[in-house]
């Protein structure tokens, strides 16, 4: 009997397919309001953007096609390195005019987070969530290495 492999490091890409109606904006909106920056755009139906460490693709797709797709997919997390970073990003994408899903909240296991929506309806989790989102804050040395 096979064993498991050694541990994977989680997912680290997402694909949404995006109706021709919202692609422009939904691209605008994870570049221009959550940071993302383009890594490949192979033509005008699909671009690939990344924020250093993750890969989303968003792929240019008619409503019918979307509409008639069955999928499981419920909501992307991006992850922040603090608790106070979700207020932070919560206060920002209001103070663009984006509507939060939810307001920011502490999860029983220590998370804190919110959601909103990308204009194509896909929702977005903005998420500290301890165990992966690196030590924190009173632990990190922030002495100057020169």
Known sequence: MA???????GI??????????????????YTERLGFRVEWEPDADNVYLTSGTDNLA???STR???ET???AFDHLGVIVRTAADVDAWAA??????????TR???????????YVDDPAGNTIQIIFHPPISGPPADT???????
């Open 140 to 146: 990190l040395d922030t002495t100057d290495p020169r």
């Open 12 to 29: 680290r890409h997402v694909a949404l397919f995006v109706p021709t109606a919202h692609f422009d904006h939904t691209k605008r909106f």
């Open 92 to 101: 920002y994408l209001e103070s663009k005019g984006v509507t939060l899903r």
């Open 64 to 66: 019918d096609d979307r």
């Open 104 to 114: 920011p909240r502490t999860h029983r296991d220590g998370a804190r987070s919110c």
């Open 58 to 60: 968003l792929h240019r």
């Open 3 to 9: 064993q498991r492999p050694t541990p994977h490091l």
């Open 69 to 71: 797709r069955e999928t």
